[in-house]
């Protein structure tokens, strides 16, 4: 069974670093049947696709996000990141981290972090 | 990317159908098979119902059923059970190679 684990900061301050990591067991991160995806949704508002990375590295991001964001995979350590740069309260959210089947749906997800931007 | 818009909730009684629709462009839900939906149970990881518009998941309820319909995509739950009580949204691929998801909808079981 596949799960997918996000861990991180709970509170960053306006203008610095945003970084959560997802760890994945039950399954490897260079399947390459699969993106791994960043997910997020701010308080009250809908789901946000934040962006995906391919095990070889390959990414795409969300338009909006993407002068800011990075993705990364470390395939050693089954895992992928997410750094989301000069972060603001606008990016207050749960952030979840998913498994992208490429255009068959988020299979798994994890359980959701949220992740507070405030001074 | 506009969210695509769903109905804040919808409630129905035990064994009743209900429908949830998922209005987005032809940018997106009129333009490809790609919508998925996903039901999410407060403090639970979400979980995929449907993908490719109808397509069910290994060990996903036949209650649950998906239809498309120019922009609009369907989500009918049939024989609604008190565990269908959860979050719905639905999500689609866009003419810009994103994803775009719904406002999200209550499902009320009375």
């Known amino acids: 069974q596949v799960q997918l684990q996000e861990s991180g900061p709970g509170l960053v301050k306006p203008s610095q670093t945003l970084s959560l990591t997802c760890a994945v067991s039950?399954?490897?991160?260079?399947?390459?049947?699969?993106?791994w995806t960043w997910i997020r949704q701010p308080p009250g508002k809908g789901l946000e696709w934040i962006g995906y990375?391919?095990?070889?590295?390959?990414?795409y991001y969300n338009p909006s996000l993407r002068s800011r964001l990075t993705i990364s995979v470390d395939t050693s350590k089954n895992q992928f990141s997410l750094s989301l740069r000069a972060v603001t309260a606008a990016d207050t959210a749960i952030y979840y981290c998913?498994?992208?089947?490429?255009?068959?749906?988020?299979?798994?997800w994890g359980q959701g972090s949220l992740v507070t931007v405030t001074s | 990317q506009s969210a695509l818009t769903q109905p804040a909730s919808v409630s129905g009684s035990p064994g009743q159908s209900i429908t949830i629709s998922c209005t987005g462009t032809s940018s997106d839900v009129g333009g490809y098979k790609y919508v998925s939906w996903y039901q999410r149970h407060p403090g639970k990881a979400p979980k995929l119902i449907l993908y490719?518009?109808?397509n069910r998941p290994s060990g996903v309820s036949h209650r649950f059923s998906g239809s498309k319909s120019g922009n609009t995509a369907s989500l009918t739950i049939s024989g609604l059970q008190v565990e269908d009580e959860a979050d719905y949204f639905c999500c689609a691929y866009t003419s810009r190679s994103t994803y775009v998801f719904g406002t999200g909808t209550e499902v009320t079981v009375l």
């Open positions: 990375i391919y095990y070889t590295g390959n990414t």
């Open positions: 490719e518009v109808s």
């Open positions: 039950g399954g490897p991160v260079s399947n390459g049947d699969y993106y």
């Open positions: 998913a498994r992208d089947r490429m255009n068959w749906g988020f299979d798994y």
